[in-house]
């Protein structure tokens, strides 16, 4: 079983809709997470960090569930500009080295 | 303020040929990383650092070899190069937990390299 793992979509969806993806973790252990952001050829951006209560930010709200071991992000409105690849990202790490464990990612299109 | 540079950002090797790839960071980030990227492998970790003078193996770090002589720099070195190291590869630092922004890791532009 990977550590992170994300159904890699593609998520095709019309402007202005809601949509949600999810990602499980392997290691319960785990100490903190992250969705980033990777646009084509382009390197990865932190989109925003999850934490234990639930986070948003504007039109982005991310959940974390730990007894099920998995994180969530809800992109509400979607715009044209969405469009990009959605990494999961876990710190399962307990003496901090700063390593992260990425998901393979979820493509979004938003088309028009 | 450039935040994390690589260079170069493009290169074709042929098979058996040895390059470095360097990485630059101003943000004064005690750590730094080697990723590699393929299509449907997501980013995998080929080596670390968590401070100057400092390197770990990562989960793929056979065929490559690193070097962080200053805090800002970290260089990746193919000695023999194969086909299957073509790839994109990303560096990335972080600074300290409980540090400024912490966990967030800060990527380069990435290195497209093609080894023929």
């Known amino acids: 079983r990977k550590e992170v793992e994300q159904d890699p979509g593609p998520f095709n969806v019309p402007e202005g809709a809601t949509v949600a993806f999810n990602c499980t973790y392997s290691?319960?252990?785990?100490?903190?997470f992250f969705w980033y952001r990777q646009d084509c050829r382009k390197e990865p951006k932190l989109l925003m960090s999850?934490?234990?209560s639930g986070n948003e930010d504007g039109r982005f709200t991310a959940q974390l569930n730990r007894a099920s071991q998995y994180i969530s992000l809800l992109i509400r409105d979607s715009k044209l500009s969405d469009s990009a690849t959605y990494l999961c990202?876990?710190?399962?790490?307990?003496?901090?080295?700063?390593?992260?464990?990425f998901g393979q990612g979820t493509t979004l299109q938003v088309k028009p | 303020n450039a935040g994390v540079t690589q260079t170069p950002k493009f290169r074709v090797l042929k098979t058996g040929q040895s390059m470095t790839l360097l990485c630059a960071q101003d943000?004064?980030?005690?750590?730094m990383y080697w990723y590699r990227q393929d299509p449907g492998m997501g980013l995998r970790l080929i080596h670390y650092?968590?401070?100057?003078?400092?390197?770990a193996k990562g989960e793929v770090p056979d065929g490559y070899n690193v070097s962080r002589l200053k805090k800002q720099n970290f260089l990746l070195g193919l000695e023999s190069a194969a086909p299957s190291q073509t790839s994109v590869y990303f560096c990335?630092?972080?600074?300290?937990?409980?540090?400024?922004?912490?966990?967030?890791?800060?990527f380069g532009p990435g290195t497209r390299l093609t080894v023929l």
């Open positions: 990202v876990v710190n399962p790490f307990p003496s901090n080295t700063g390593k992260l464990i």
């Open positions: 999850v934490y234990s």
């Open positions: 290691n319960s252990a785990s100490q903190s």
């Open positions: 943000m004064n980030h005690e750590y």
């Open positions: 990335a630092s972080s600074s300290l937990a409980g540090e400024g922004r912490g966990d967030e890791q800060f």
């Open positions: 650092s968590v401070g100057e003078g400092t390197t």
